[in-house]
């Protein structure tokens, strides 16, 4: 072959290979992730049981971390926490715990250290609670219960641009009781979106994390944040208001809002407010109640095998077979567990949370407040969540 061909040969074997490159990135531009959510939506209505259980070591997943792709952002995955996040509230004295559970409408100020001639940044970093993760097999599905590994939980991380230069903000407004948002900000309007696609998401009651970084002659110094978790998820170094909608056990069960919801969770992910499942959420809010953390796993038959009972009824399209009075017979807070018609164990629990048309007694147009296999929220008895045979018990 002479050299004219060899070199016409090389010249097509160049151009072929820049253009399947160029194809390539074009595909992967182009490629949209999976949406959980939609998939979760096909999946059988839920009717949660007892879960298995795994030791907290069990082999996991990497821990999604998903943040701007500026350079600053860029830099900070390589550098070590340093900085301390503190808070007031009620402009009560500087407290320097990494997680503050004040009362909706509370004042709360955070701030850190000043370094002279550095640039302030401050960050939400929110769980993506569109999504339904797990470590086990759901109840519906093959090989139910089944330990599968710790999920991967997915967190966006966005700044919070009205704050830049501030080393002291109030990221919540108690006026409107809602968080404190720079509406002209596209950077935190996409993350808004994200959030507000989530029915789960609350602006005013449940959990919130915030990261700080400062950068000073080219170094950058920051709280912690996703890029110190591991295969359980959000590191509980991570600065966390979790806001209490009210006093005493409920108001602690609210804190749990916008946690996101993992079937099977160990309590390592309950009591540090990474993941919870129907059971773990009323037994990790008791913890925080109680001062006292659970160290136990606990499933929907155990609680209701261990826990004193207080009622015992049939409930039918939300309507009760004999008649309870709030404050008499049943109190919010009171966990109820169902048993579902044809089922030898009981399934779901959640905990009653108020007589929403406030007639004192206990019927459909009463609110509880559960997860799993979704988020914690509130839905009404008569929405069906609850149907069968219920246990309430006492906490």
């Not at 769980?127 to 993760?133: A, F, L």
């Not at 919130?208 to 920051?222: C, D, L, M, N, S």
Request: net charge positive; charged share 25%; proline share 5%.
């Amino acid at each position: 072959m002479n050299r004219s061909k060899i070199f016409r040969v090389a010249v097509a074997t160049t151009l072929v290979g820049v253009f399947a490159y160029s194809l390539a990135i074009r595909c992967l531009k182009l490629a949209k992730p999976a949406n959980h959510a939609e998939v979760a939506a096909l999946a059988k209505p839920p009717k949660v049981a007892g879960k298995s259980r795994e030791p907290d070591e069990a082999a996991g997943k990497e821990v999604s971390v998903v943040t701007e792709s500026d350079a600053f952002a860029r830099s900070v995955k390589h550098s070590v926490p340093t900085l301390l996040i503190q808070s007031s509230i009620n402009g009560g004295p500087w407290v320097k715990s990494t997680a503050i559970y004040p009362l909706k409408g509370q004042k709360v100020v955070l701030k850190v250290d000043k370094i002279s001639g550095g640039k302030i940044r401050w960050h939400q970093i929110i769980p993506d609670t569109s999504k339904i993760y797990k470590n086990a097999n759901m109840p519906w599905e093959k090989d139910a219960y089944k330990w599968i590994g710790l999920a991967k939980i997915d967190y966006q991380r966005k700044e919070l641009t009205e704050f830049q230069g501030r080393w002291q903000i109030e990221p919540f407004d108690n006026e409107n009781n809602t968080q404190v948002r720079d509406r002209k900000s596209s950077s935190f309007r996409s993350l808004w979106d994200k959030a507000a696609n989530s029915k789960f998401y609350h602006e005013d009651v449940g959990s919130f994390w915030f990261q700080a970084e400062v950068k000073k002659e080219g170094v950058i110094y920051r709280s912690p944040g996703i890029e110190d978790s591991d295969t359980k998820g959000l590191s509980p170094k991570v600065f966390r208001v979790s806001i209490r909608d009210g006093e005493g056990y409920i108001g602690y069960l609210t804190s749990f809002f916008n946690v996101p919801a993992l079937f099977g969770s160990v309590t390592y992910q309950s009591n540090n407010y990474i993941g919870v499942d129907c059971a773990d959420v009323l037994v990790a809010a008791y913890g925080k109640w109680k001062d006292k953390p659970i160290e136990k796993n606990y499933n929907v038959a155990m609680l209701v095998s261990q826990w004193p009972k207080v009622q015992e009824f049939d409930v039918l399209e939300g309507t009760a077979d004999k008649q309870l009075k709030w404050g008499r017979d049943v109190h919010p807070g009171y966990f109820i567990a169902v048993r579902y018609s044809g089922s030898k164990q009981y399934q779901h629990i959640g905990a009653l949370f108020s007589d929403t048309n406030q007639n004192g007694v206990l019927d459909g147009s009463n609110l509880v407040i559960h997860a799993g296999p979704v988020p914690l929220h509130c839905s009404y008895l008569r929405e069906g969540n609850f149907d069968g045979h219920i246990v309430l018990l006492q906490p």
